[in-house]
């Protein structure tokens, strides 16, 4: 392993370029996560109420009284069980300046390795669940021409299921953004009354579809190598869109452990850090009809 950057070297604040986010954020905090209930470590168990429909009214007699709704739990098994630690040698920590501070180094893993990571598994999960209900991605070849005539086809898909319009979100790869930016059916208006004022052509929302900031490439494949840290499969599919309601999807964590320990005769003499997480992310299954992906296939 490479030698720790000494502080004459480098300056004390660390300079991460471009730190990944959850650029799934609205998903890892869908109002679902409210309503399961854990089991155990590992199992959760989401209700679902069903209630019969109304029926004709009768004036002159009173009906049959029964209990006309139905509340079940579903278990769902959290299969997702992650790890990571380190050793930091209070030296290192001394030499650096404190660069090489917990602080510091747990920033970085999650900015670079455990959030990336976690976006992946959203996305590849999800699109998983998708397909397993018998449902397959829209394979056209997206243009500046044809770009809006998917997702309007989405759209109307979503409407036909009776999925709420309000709280979509379309999550789109950087070249995806950039088609819809130049889609052929989107009018801009463009005031120049304000000469100071930087030119300003994102498109932030379609209807009432909110469009994120677009989420990297490497970030939208269909399947991942998580053996360690997060890498593309070889046989993975592009991602190119991803249509969402926020409400088909839950995403349990379920931190059992994360602690620091002081250097020890046991450590060594070394700063010891250690978490570990049970977290998984499950696309419901009656609510199915509330997302959709178009896809290219992988060479």
Known sequence: MAALNYAKEYQQALEQEFPYVLYFGALFATPNNGRYRWVNSNVIE??????????????????????????????????NHRTWSTLVHPRDIQETNQVASIANITRVFNEEQKFPEMNCYLISK??????????????????????????????????????PRAGRILYVT?????????????????????RSEALKRAITSIDEVEIPD?????????????????????????????????????????????????????????????????????????????????ITKHA
């Open 46 to 79: 989401i209700p679902t109420i069903t209630t019969t429909g109304r029926v004709d009214g009768d004036r002159d007699t009173i009906g049959q009284k029964k209990r006309n709704y139905n509340n079940s739990w579903t278990p769902l098994q959290v299969t």
């Open 126 to 163: 999800l699109y998983a669940d998708y397909t397993a209900k018998s449902k397959t991605a829209d394979q056209t070849v997206l243009t500046t021409d044809n770009v809006l005539d998917v997702f309007d086809k989405m759209m109307t898909a979503m409407d036909n299921a009776r999925v």
């Open 174 to 194: 950087p070249d995806v953004r950039t088609l819809i930016t130049n889609a052929k059916a989107i009018v801009k208006t463009i005031d120049v009354s304000k």
């Open 214 to 294: 677009s989420v990297p490439t490497d970030m939208m494949k269909t399947a991942y190598d998580f053996t360690e840290g997060w890498e593309p499969d070889s046989t993975a599919d592009q991602i190119n869109m991803c249509l969402v309601h926020p409400l088909a999807v839950i995403t349990p964590t379920n931190y059992e452990f994360a602690q620091l320990d002081p250097p020890s005769a046991g450590s060594e003499g070394k700063w010891e850090y250690f978490e570990e997480s049970f977290e998984d992310v499950f696309l419901l299954p009656n609510k199915v009809n509330a997302i959709a992906f178009n």
